[in-house]
């Protein structure tokens, strides 16, 4: 079992930023890509980002591309994202997810674990 707590998550204006944390116990932190999804009210649950377990690659949705940035501190066993420039559709409770996946999960099925959520509302 891995369990998941995310943090960092509040009320920010349009063009603020944002950081959240993610921390992770249970299992080896590093055997696992981890991924931040998000969910806005009456939409379905979205990928965000994602960073893998074997050289830390990253990889976005289009919509935060150059905005956000993932990252990872196998030491602490965490992971963040780093959100700038946020804008009101970014609005959304934000979900880190670990997966023993090897390559670049994206898709929900591919998530073992997943913590309990921390809100994010961007006002205009």
């Known amino acids: 079992q891995v369990q998941l707590v995310e943090s960092g998550g509040g009320l920010v204006q349009a063009g603020g930023s944002l950081r959240l944390s993610c921390a992770a116990s249970?299992?080896?932190?590093?055997?696992?890509?981890m991924g931040w999804f998000r969910q806005a009210p009456g939409q379905e649950r979205e990928f965000v980002a994602a960073?893998?377990?074997?050289?830390?690659?990253?990889y976005y949705t289009d919509s935060v591309k150059g905005r956000f940035t993932i990252s990872r501190d196998n030491a602490k066993n965490t992971v963040y994202v780093q959100m700038n420039s946020l804008k009101p559709e970014d609005t959304a409770v934000y979900y880190c997810?670990?997966?023993?996946?090897?390559?670049?999960?994206?898709?929900?099925?591919?998530?073992?674990?997943w913590g309990q959520g921390t809100q994010v509302t961007v006002s205009s």
């Open positions: 249970g299992r080896t932190f590093s055997n696992y890509a």
């Open positions: 960073i893998r377990r074997s050289d830390g690659s990253t």
């Open positions: 997810a670990a997966s023993r996946f090897y390559g670049t999960p994206m898709r929900k099925y591919e998530y073992e674990y």
